[in-house]
């Protein structure tokens, strides 16, 4: 009887460890990416795009446990349809320091003050916010946010970093043994 117990009571306690483990260790790796600006799948203000001041919006997330560093891209897959490719607008590396950027933290002649910002499509090294053709319909405009087990300075002195124009789907194959946890929010915009 006294076994009995004793094994009972060592499966449970084995259970909980077991389930607090699993518990802190998706914990560690669930990244939410967010914009007080807008929310997913929905419009992004006039602000943030060419039509209006052309500022990056305000974006939040929250730090992980083992990141070293991070990235965030922004770009337009729907440009696909009239450009050929998807069109990128903003790439910038992040040190692990960092869990927010605030509005206008990057726009023309202003580069961001926390983090090192790569070459885009519009061949710029700051923020260049929706600008689709007229008349191409409403595009999806992909923030993603990938945390790192390298660190930022580190993805300076990568030559695919380096030449800039670099898509999330890109950056997704050269370093996907590097990437520990990802999210992004679509904002959509559109000019008639």
């Known amino acids: 009887m006294y076994y009995k117990r004793t094994v009972t009571l060592m499966v449970i306690v084995i259970g909980c460890l077991t389930l607090l483990t ?3 260790s998706n914990q ?6 967010r914009s007080p600006a807008f929310k997913n799948d929905e419009a992004i203000p006039r602000d943030y795009t060419c039509t209006g001041r052309n500022i990056s919006p305000q974006l939040e997330w929250q ?3 083992g990141v070293k560093g991070y990235m965030l891209i922004v770009d337009d897959p729907d440009a696909q349809r009239v450009a050929g490719k998807t069109f990128v607008h903003w790439i910038l590396s992040l040190p692990i320091s960092v869990t927010h950027l605030g509005e206008a933290s990057s726009y023309e002649g202003h580069a961001s003050p926390v983090g090192t910002e790569y070459e885009n499509d519009f061949n710029n090294t700051y ?11 409403m595009h999806n405009y992909h923030f993603t946010l990938f945390a790192l087990s390298i ?3 580190e993805l300076k002195d990568n030559p695919t970093i380096k030449k800039g124009h670099l898509t999330a789907d890109q950056f997704r194959k050269v370093f996907k ?11 959509k915009f559109g000019v008639e």
């Open 177 to 187: 043994d590097k990437i520990i946890a990802e999210d992004y929010i679509i904002g």
């Open 28 to 33: 560690m790796t669930t990244l939410r990416l």
């Open 151 to 153: 660190a930022e300075e």
């Open 22 to 24: 699993f518990s802190r």
């Open 63 to 65: 730090k992980l446990d």
């Open 127 to 137: 923020y260049g916010g929706p600008c689709p053709p007229k008349d191409s319909g």
